[in-house]
């Protein structure tokens, strides 16, 4: 039996919100509509024929159909409360840069962390395409939104994360003490490089600043021996496994074998349980779950599901040392 779940990367979105999201992937990578087009199809109770037929033809009005549905009726107050009846002490909501009505996506994220402070945070999106863009949506969510972390999806930006004209938004990060989340490991945008934000890349940003934390969205996969490796390398660097059923990382040849190894020794600290429970169709108290039946120690698993991101989100407390 599990105790207490922190969940490091969820999307938790309103109809606007997931419009301006699902617009963002629909414009840049338009296969993630056709690929996740199961998953989506079992959020809005259609069938995934139909919505990948649909995605293939017409990206973007897919994707303001689906969040006219995924969106409908949204609740923060009700979302809180399932977290809490299901056992997920706190969760970090991802936010991102992308225009709507009244902002970007992070104003909204920040505000609904902002009205359950105990039990949710906000990491702010951030573009790298501009990167003094990108330094003033950081310095405005830092300051003036209450985010309590970054959030950067390089292959949605197309840019490498690693160059130099982005080296005073890692700054940045590194004097406040807050995390930065990277998506790092495999994507869909076929115009991009598969590895824009690969272990590499994160290892080369660590090296050159070695006061930023950073974690590595979705665990590296598939270098997950060699994300691990740069995790043993620098210890402000973090991995958390979002997007992946933990129920299939302990098959043959699932590509996890190496964290289910190092994971419970020499990098056991700073793995994270992430859910991005969207891509799974899954609430995050069920994929929890499934990291319990993994076959690790009962201190791993407490570590990963939790002990390890308090940890981390009380260092990166506004106002605490870094």
């Known amino acids: 039996m599990r105790g207490p779940v922190i ?5 938790v979105y309103d109809t606007e919100c997931w419009t301006a999201y699902l617009r963002a992937l629909a414009t840049a990578a338009p296969r993630y509509l056709v690929l996740f087009a199961g998953r989506l199809a079992t959020l809005t109770g259609r069938d995934p024929g139909d919505v990948a037929a649909e995605a293939a033809r017409d ?20 979302h809180v409360a399932v977290l809490a009846e299901t056992g997920v002490s706190h969760q970090v909501l991802h936010g991102g840069p992308w225009l709507m009505g009244d902002g970007t996506v992070n104003d909204r994220v920040a505000a609904y962390a902002a009205r359950h402070p105990n039990r949710l945070s906000a990491w702010a999106g951030v573009s790298l395409t501009d990167p003094r863009a990108a330094i003033a949506e950081a310095r405005r969510a ?20 690693s160059g130099l004209e982005h080296a005073e938004l890692w700054r940045l990060a590194a004097d406040r003490g807050v995390p930065v989340w990277l998506h790092c490991g495999q994507h869909f945008r076929s115009d991009v490089p598969i590895d824009v934000s690969a272990p590499r890349v994160l290892d080369r940003i660590a090296g050159a600043y070695p006061g930023l934390v950073l974690v590595a969205g979705h665990g590296g996969w598939p270098w997950v021996a060699e994300m691990l490796a740069v995790a043993q390398r620098h210890a402000n660097v973090y991995l958390e496994f979002s997007s992946h059923r933990p129920a299939r990382m302990g ?30 169709a ?10 319990t039946r993994l076959g690790l120690p009962d201190d791993v698993v407490r570590a990963w599901l939790h002990d390890n991101a308090e940890r981390l989100l009380n260092r990166t407390r506004p106002g605490s040392a870094s």
């Open 7 to 11: 969940d490091v990367c969820e999307v």
């Open 59 to 78: 990206a973007t009005g897919t994707a303001d159909q689906l969040a006219a549905v995924l969106g409908r009726g949204f609740d923060i107050d009700h």
């Open 142 to 161: 830092l300051d003036d939104l209450g985010a309590t972390g970054l959030s950067v999806i390089p292959f949605l930006d197309g840019v490498d994360p």
């Open 251 to 280: 098959a043959r040849g699932s590509g996890w074998e190496a964290l289910l190894a190092l994971g419970a020794t020499s990098v056991r600290t700073r793995v994270l349980f992430g859910s991005t429970s969207w891509t799974q």
């Open 282 to 291: 899954r609430p995050p108290a069920a994929l929890a779950d499934e990291v």
